[in-house]
């Protein structure tokens, strides 16, 4: 049996279901909240700073979205409805790049070739 000192692999692991497959979450520390706030501090960034967007899709991505949104930043949550609260919800992968497309203020055709698509 997995066990973290004379705990049980059922007490300590965390297991977060996506659209899928299930994520598991080993060190409940270390999450995608730690990340985002890492890349901040590793870019010398500060919510203040800068513009944060994040998406995601699994119920893991939802601590991230609520504090990129607390921040002022934007949350885009792929699938028909939205994770958290203030999350803009997207239908898909696709339909993401086109709302940060959006957001940047490009319309998707810079450096693409005539004849490649979409």
């Known amino acids: 049996m997995i066990s973290r000192g004379s705990r049980p692999f ?5 297991i977060f279901r996506g659209p899928e497959v299930f994520e598991a979450q080993l060190l409940p520390e270390i999450n995608k909240l730690f990340g985002v706030k890492t890349l901040c501090s590793l870019t010398g960034s500060t919510p203040e700073s ?10 893991n991505d939802a601590v991230a979205m609520e504090w990129v ?3 002022g930043g934007v949350a885009f949550s792929i699938g028909s409805q939205p994770l958290v609260e203030g999350a803009i919800p997207v239908a898909s992968p696709e ?4 709302e940060i497309w959006k957001l940047a203020g490009l319309n ?3 450096g693409r070739r005539k004849d490649e698509p979409l």
């Open 10 to 14: 059922r007490e300590w692991i965390r």
């Open 69 to 71: 949104i607390r921040c």
């Open 108 to 110: 998707g055709d810079e």
């Open 50 to 59: 800068v513009r944060i967007v994040y998406s995601g899709d699994d119920e």
């Open 95 to 98: 339909a993401l790049v086109r």
